[in-house]
């Protein structure tokens, strides 16, 4: 099983910036893409970037512009760079790799088209 595992979270102002970052225990070049996801309190998993083997990534309308997702091909690991950060970024993130469908819930692993997660780290923004 492929060993997803984030560092990075904390708790900042309105404002900040925080790097969020991913180690996979496999290739990367093995995952067909790998991602960030996040799930505030309430609310379902929201797919928020994500980056295909062939270098193509995708953001979510909210944070365009604020966040950068980056691999490091010869480390294995994924980062996230997170600036201008809002209260509204405040949830639980996910790193998460060959997902071919978003769970309602961040980590469900039920199917195989959910892919693999990690354990997921929190952001905190105070406004």
């Known amino acids: 099983n492929v060993q997803l595992k984030e560092s990075g979270g904390g708790s900042v102002q309105a404002g900040g910036s925080l790097t969020l970052s991913c180690a996979t225990s496999?290739?990367?070049?093995?995952?067909?893409?790998m991602g960030w996801y996040r799930q505030a309190p309430g609310n379902e998993c929201e797919k928020v970037s994500t980056?295909?083997?062939?270098?193509?990534?995708y953001y979510t309308d909210s944070v365009k512009g604020r966040f950068t997702i980056s691999q490091d091909n010869s480390k294995n690991t994924m980062a996230l760079q997170m600036n201008n950060l809002k209260p509204e970024d405040t949830a639980r993130y996910y790193c998460?790799?060959?997902?071919?469908?978003?769970?309602?819930?961040?980590?469900?692993?039920?199917?195989?088209?959910?892919?693999?997660w990690g354990q997921g780290t929190q952001v905190t923004v105070s406004s």
């Open positions: 496999g290739n990367i070049f093995d995952f067909s893409n």
């Open positions: 980056i295909s083997a062939d270098g193509t990534t």
């Open positions: 998460a790799a060959d997902v071919r469908a978003t769970p309602d819930r961040c980590g469900n692993i039920l199917y195989p088209l959910f892919g693999s």
